[in-house]
């Protein structure tokens, strides 16, 4: 079985500074991709950034990046140059290869961006 | 193109009541899910589909049913409702996750919150 974990409660960050999320994963299966979510407080899920197990380089999307240690197994999304509508939970989540196969999440982090 | 399409968004049941979540995706998706989310929680999955004519169960399936007719309409029956699933389900959908190129990236609804009284 796959299994996510976000154990940061809150984070706080000041404006136009960077911030890390923490994301660790759990699977015995060598083939799988993990992804970033965004929820603000209207709702919506917002996708921001996809890893494949096999991508040698770490996945960047704008000021999204995320930092792939597959030894370790963390897929930490950095954000950088932080604005206030960064403000929002950011869930991890992960899918194995295979025709079955779904979405695993994270619990969630709640990120707040302060002026 | 509209998406992933949920109706209603807002609804109040009593207990023992039911209804449908309906759910409509024009991207011709073959996988489609149903979560739940509990307040300050992540998702759980409830039910998914990977084509017309197929379902699966996925974490937590108790209460609930679902159909798969056509690859375009994945609605979510609630039977008997109780107040263990107000929630906010979301429906989604994913381009096939074995084909070359996907990533198996979801493309989700709004969200329908449900209060069960």
């Known amino acids: 079985a796959q299994k996510i974990t976000q154990t940061q409660p809150g984070m706080f960050v000041q404006e136009k500074e960077a911030v890390t999320l923490d994301c660790t994963y759990d699977t015995s299966d060598q083939s799988y991709g993990l992804f970033w979510y965004k929820q603000p407080s209207s709702g919506e899920m917002i996708f921001l950034i996809y890893?494949?197990?096999?991508?040698?380089q770490n996945a960047t999307e704008g000021r999204y990046s995320l930092n792939f240690q597959k030894a370790r197994k963390s897929a930490n999304l950095v954000i950088s140059a932080s604005q206030l509508g960064d403000s929002a939970m950011y869930f991890c989540a992960m899918r194995v290869a295979g025709a079955n196969s779904k979405l695993t999440f994270g619990k969630g982090i709640t990120l707040s961006v302060r002026p | 193109n509209a998406g992933v399409t949920q109706t209603p968004k807002f609804r109040i049941l009593k207990i023992g009541q039911s209804m449908t979540l309906q759910c409509a995706q024009d991207m011709n998706h073959n996988y489609m899910y149903w979560y739940r989310q509990d307040p300050g929680m992540g998702l759980k999955l409830i039910y998914y589909?990977?084509?017309?004519?197929?379902?699966d169960k996925g974490e937590v399936p108790n209460g609930y049913n679902v159909s798969r007719s056509t690859t375009e309409d994945f609605p979510l029956r609630l039977e008997l409702a109780a107040p263990s699933q107000t929630s906010v389900y979301f429906c989604a959908s994913s381009p096939d996750p074995t084909e070359n190129g996907n990533t198996g990236e979801l493309f989700f609804g709004e969200g329908s919150r449900l209060t069960v009284l």
């Open positions: 589909s990977v084509g017309a004519g197929i379902t």
């Open positions: 890893q494949g197990s096999y991508d040698e």
